[in-house]
């Protein structure tokens, strides 16, 4: 990729971040009981949703090897069955931060009728396109299994169950009195045409920092990563790529739409190394500001994420000032509060390590 177009990728996202003077909380409060303070004007929970449900389990391990990546999914494999799509972040040629191969390469190897998918993107880079953006995923390493650019023949519209009705009772950020507003939330979200074709999803997430989400975490590795490049993507960041709680609110619709399409057969893999603020998809992202922690997994969503946030916030202030700084300067927690407000999955679990 040339210099020009290096250029146009920072400048792209720069414009696109917001930065906010009032911070999002946050009180650490011990692992698995850690409470991501809510939002102002976040939407009560929908009525089937009991905040004192059961909490959820979320598998952990300090080994960041293929051995240790093996026992963690083995935990939350079970529903994981048919044809397997392996969504992860392949990111920018010779991406700085990008995880070590090995460890996808020995995960896929032992699950059968699997491949890895990914979708096109928005901004301007190789990967825009189907052909170029293969060979960026060959450059990066991940030719050793199929592949599939999951909107390389078009996209496909999923619902979002619900989300009228949710939207039209409850309103949206801060404004209770306002009911659905088509390009302020999403009743449907347009992912890759391919993605129909599978049965199970494993999520398998690179999770660090992102310059609009705050974090990337399992939520926006299927919410952005699934949501074809020139329909979907377009649908998540609106009109001049506004940052804020509302792009926070879309990618947490869109994320719905497709766990409600895979129902039971989803699950999530964190694997918290090369902990840059900047997400894989800077091809010059900053170089890590803390030290490796583990992987997580399990079956849910939210619970994944919070977790990962959670053991982020465990780490001593120097280590975890600049993560910290680009999640709560993106009000990046209101992923998590609006993921509890739709119902997706729990904020309380256990941490079970193995």
């Known amino acids: 990729m040339d210099d020009d177009t290096r250029m146009t990728r920072r400048n792209f996202l720069k414009s696109g971040a917001l930065a906010f003077g009032a911070a999002a909380t946050f009180e650490f409060a011990g692992l698995g009981d850690a409470q991501a303070a809510p939002a102002a004007g976040d939407a009560p929970q929908q009525s089937g949703t009991d905040s004192a449900a059961a909490k959820s389990a979320v598998y952990f391990t300090r080994d960041i090897g293929v051995a240790g990546l093996l026992k963690v999914y083995a935990r939350v494999s079970r529903d994981i069955t048919g044809k397997v799509a392996i969504k992860l972040h392949t990111g920018e040629p010779h991406g700085p931060n990008l995880l070590p191969i090995e460890l996808i390469r020995g995960l896929q190897a032992t699950i059968p009728n699997s491949s890895i998918v990914e979708c096109n ?37 999923l619902p979002v169950p619900g989300m009228r009705e949710f939207l039209d009772k409850w309103g949206g950020f801060g404004m209770q009195d306002r009911p659905y507003t088509p390009g302020v939330h999403l009743t449907e979200i347009a992912v890759g045409k ?35 490049g020139q329909g979907g993507k377009r649908q998540i960041h609106g009109d001049g790529w506004a940052g804020g709680p509302p792009f926070l609110e879309r990618m947490v619709e869109a994320g719905k739409g497709v766990v409600d399409h895979f129902g039971p057969r989803i699950t999530y893999v964190n694997v918290l190394k090369n ?80």
């Open 275 to 354: 902990l840059s603020v900047d997400c894989d998809c800077d091809a010059h992202g900053k170089p890590p500001a803390m030290a490796d922690i583990g992987i997580l997994a399990s079956t849910d969503i939210l619970a994944v994420d919070k977790a990962s946030v959670d053991l982020v916030y465990a780490q001593s202030g120097s280590q975890k000032r600049a993560l910290v700084e680009r999640i709560e300067s993106r009000q990046g927690l209101r992923q998590l509060s609006y993921m509890k407000a739709l119902g997706l999955g729990s904020d309380r679990y256990d941490l079970i390590p193995v």
């Open 121 to 157: 993107v928005l901004y301007p880079s190789p990967r825009q396109h189907t052909e170029t953006h293969r060979e960026v995923i060959k450059t990066n390493g991940f030719d050793f299994c199929p592949v599939d650019i999951l909107d390389a023949e078009g996209d496909a519209l």
């Open 194 to 228: 391919h993605l129909l074709n599978y049965d199970s999803l494993l999520v398998y997430t690179h999770f660090k920092g992102h310059a609009m989400g705050g974090f990337g975490g399992s939520l926006k590795n299927i919410a952005i990563g699934c949501a074809s």
